[in-house]
């Protein structure tokens, strides 16, 4: 079975500051991994995705993230925070089924930027 | 141009009625997806269609029945609601095979 585990609940930073939120997968097959944001009251936006090939991932808005087979990581980091990144955002890994692939998210992590 | 889009945003109702949502998207992908958001923001899937067809049907009480009239609609009836099944819920699309999914704004149902 595939699996997530997010580290923190809630993260805070202060604007400017380094962003780091951390994620732990679990995956019996090569993993295709994913981190989404979710703003308040919206629908999940991708920010960027692990399939195969380079192992550092560069997403929208700044976000990259590295996948660490050793580690079993793939964490997100940006190098400044900015107030516009305050949300929630899940890892995710996904398994392929028939035709779709079955997503399976991390409990998610609530980022706070403060001034 | 909403790729997915989730009617309606609200839904309030009474215990024990029947209600739908509606999802649409315009990307052209075979796949569908419904989730389910509990109050924790714990997301979890609930089914899934691939060109019409059902192909993930978790472990989900049948008062939850998807329907797919075409590859650009899923939508969602619910039977007997119950105050558990509050909470929002996510409509999704994605090409085959294990690409980005693609999320409507939400569907907030809450039961009185």
């Known amino acids: 079975a595939q699996s997530v585990t997010q580290l923190g609940s809630h993260v805070s930073v202060s604007e400017g500051a380094l962003v780091l939120l951390r994620c732990n997968y679990s995956s019996s097959v090569p993993p295709y991994l994913f981190w989404y944001v979710q703003y308040p009251n919206q629908g999940l936006q991708l920010l960027l995705k692990?399939?195969?090939?380079?192992?550092l991932v560069k997403g929208i808005n700044g976000f990259e993230a590295e996948f660490k087979k050793s580690e079993t990581s793939f964490h997100l980091t940006k190098p400044s925070a900015h107030m516009s990144d305050a949300a929630e955002y899940f890892c995710?890994?996904?398994?392929?089924?028939?035709?779709?692939?079955?997503?399976?998210f991390g409990t998610g992590t609530q980022l706070k930027v403060e001034l | 141009d909403t790729a997915v889009s989730q009617t309606p945003k609200y839904l309030v109702t009474q215990m024990g009625n029947d209600k739908s949502i509606k999802c649409e998207q315009n990307?052209?992908?075979?796949?569908m997806y419904w989730y389910k958001q509990d109050s924790k923001k714990f997301l979890k899937i609930m089914f899934s269609y691939n060109n019409k067809e059902l192909i993930i049907n978790e472990t989900v009480p049948n008062r939850f029945s998807p329907k797919s009239p075409d590859k650009a609609h899923l939508n969602l009836h619910i039977n007997s609601l119950e105050l558990g099944d509050s909470a929002v819920y996510f409509c999704a699309s994605s090409p085959v095979g294990n690409q980005p999914q693609h999320f409507g704004d939400g569907t907030r149902l809450s039961i009185l």
């Open positions: 995710a890994v996904s398994f392929s089924t028939g035709g779709g692939n079955k997503l399976t």
């Open positions: 692990y399939t195969t090939g380079a192992t």
């Open positions: 990307l052209g992908h075979d796949t």
